[in-house]
């Protein structure tokens, strides 16, 4: 028997089955989560339905996270399905392409930092906010997807940076206000994966090989590592676990200078 099992879990932020939220819903489904699934626009529509298919799932309902009706609109239909449910999964981000790429000040409009900020961070307190009638009181778990720009200056980050900075901020409030109602609300940070999203940050193969020259263990991640400590984290197993940033990335997080023994290796 999974460790999911009984638990209703919904799982945004499919676009493909390179998806970090595909790797995540794969796993919560192998240990008998029953899921339902959103997707952003028509166009994603039917791989999302694929995906909820694969799982033994026919709820697939739409969700555009900048407008409200939707937001509501999402949770009054889930509702209708479930008188309740316990994991939801936040793995949507969106930055226009100037904001993640050369300088910081390059692409910083008002326009782009509100658009980083709506989509990557405000999304998840909004999503809570609509979800809590259907969590509360269930030992429910809310997770995010965070990345180390987040903390660190990262070339070409820029925008997103501050925006997962906010969204970071975000876990922490919401696990102070959730938690008396039995809500527990992480993130995991993901070390970088190829991704539709990843695609858009300028030089993401070159992060890729850094990282997997320098992790300690020399290696980048896959959706299936997140996959399962998102599992983990929203399972009762982490009961005790809340407004954490828990590092799924080989390590790479903790190094300082790197390659000084290289010729030795
Ligand atoms: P992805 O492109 O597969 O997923 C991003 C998702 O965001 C898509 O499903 C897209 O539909 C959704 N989205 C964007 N705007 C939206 C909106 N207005 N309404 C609803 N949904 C919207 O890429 P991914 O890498 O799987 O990204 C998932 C999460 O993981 C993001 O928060 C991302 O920042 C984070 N993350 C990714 C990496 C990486 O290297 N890929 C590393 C750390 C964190």
């Known amino acids: 028997m999974g460790f999911l099992q009984g638990k209703r879990a919904l799982i945004t932020g499919i676009a493909s089955q390179r998806s970090i939220a595909s790797g995540i819903a794969e796993a919560m489904h192998r240990e008998g989560a029953e899921l339902a699934f959103t997707y952003q626009n028509e166009k994603l529509k039917s791989r999302v339905e694929k995906a909820a298919a694969e799982c033994g799932s026919d709820i697939v309902l739409p969700l555009d996270v900048t407008d409200d009706a939707q937001i509501d609109a999402c949770m009054e239909q889930l509702g209708k399905r479930w008188d309740g449910f316990d994991i939801l999964v936040h793995a949507i981000a969106f930055a226009p392409r100037e904001a993640i790429s050369g300088q910081f000040l390059d692409g910083l409009t008002r326009e782009n930092f509100a658009i980083a900020h709506d989509i990557s961070a405000y999304s998840l307190a909004a999503l809570a906010k609509a979800a809590r009638p259907l969590m509360a009181g269930r030992n429910g778990s809310i997770l995010t997807l965070t990345y180390l720009g987040a903390e660190r200056a990262l070339e070409g980050y820029n925008l997103m940076g501050v925006a997962k900075a906010?969204?970071?901020?975000?876990?922490?409030?919401?696990?102070c206000n959730l938690g008396p109602e039995g809500t527990r609300v992480n993130a995991i940070s993901a070390?970088?994966?190829?991704?539709?999203?990843?695609?858009?940050?300028?030089g993401f193969r070159k992060i890729l090989g850094h990282v997997e020259e320098n992790a300690p263990m020399r290696r980048t991640v896959t959706i299936e590592d997140v996959g399962n400590v998102a599992t983990f984290l929203s399972s009762d197993l982490a009961s005790g676990v809340t407004g954490e940033i828990t590092y799924v990335d080989a390590g790479y997080n903790i190094i300082g200078m790197t390659g000084l023994h290289a010729d030795a290796e």
Do not use: D, F, Q
């Not at 070390?191 to 300028?202: E, F, R, S, V």
């Open 191 to 202: 070390g970088p994966i190829k991704t539709l999203a990843a695609a858009g940050i300028a």
């Open 166 to 175: 906010s969204l970071e901020s975000t876990v922490r409030y919401l696990a």
